[in-house]
């Protein structure tokens, strides 16, 4: 059994940051290459970032380049997402998703190649 946890939301004013952690449990952690993605009221879930098994390769969604930075400590079977210069259409439900893949250094960015999700923690942004 492989349990996502995710972490760190909540309410920020725009232009502020937060650190979303997703913690991994039930199977080696370093297995799995992981990817953040968030779900918009009336909207579709949208993929935001992902990084590889070893931490060496990430890539991410236009509308978070450079504001966004995904990574991982697999020595605490975590995820982070840190997100700066927050906008008020960041606000979301924003889900953790950990691919099982025998590849080191692939990213994942597609939602249907992840195996596990977590349940999800809100980021609002609002003055």
């Known amino acids: 059994q492989v349990v996502l946890v995710e972490s760190g939301g909540g309410l920020v004013q725009p232009g502020g940051s937060l650190r979303l952690s997703c913690a991994v449990s039930?199977?080696?952690?370093?297995?799995?290459?992981m990817g953040w993605f968030r779900q918009a009221p009336g909207k579709e879930r949208e993929f935001v970032a992902a990084?590889?098994?070893?931490?060496?390769?990430?890539h991410y969604a236009d509308s978070v380049k450079g504001r966004f930075t995904i990574s991982r400590d697999n020595a605490q079977n975590t995820a982070y997402l840190q997100l700066n210069s927050l906008k008020s259409e960041d606000t979301a439900i924003y889900y953790c998703?950990?691919?099982?893949?025998?590849?080191?250094?692939?990213?994942?960015?597609?939602?249907?190649?992840?195996?596990?999700w977590g349940q999800g923690t809100q980021v609002t942004v609002s003055s």
């Open positions: 998703a950990a691919d099982f893949t025998p590849e080191f250094f692939a990213v994942t960015t597609g939602g249907n190649e992840y195996d596990y």
């Open positions: 039930g199977r080696s952690f370093s297995t799995y290459a």
């Open positions: 990084i590889n098994r070893v931490g060496t390769k990430t």
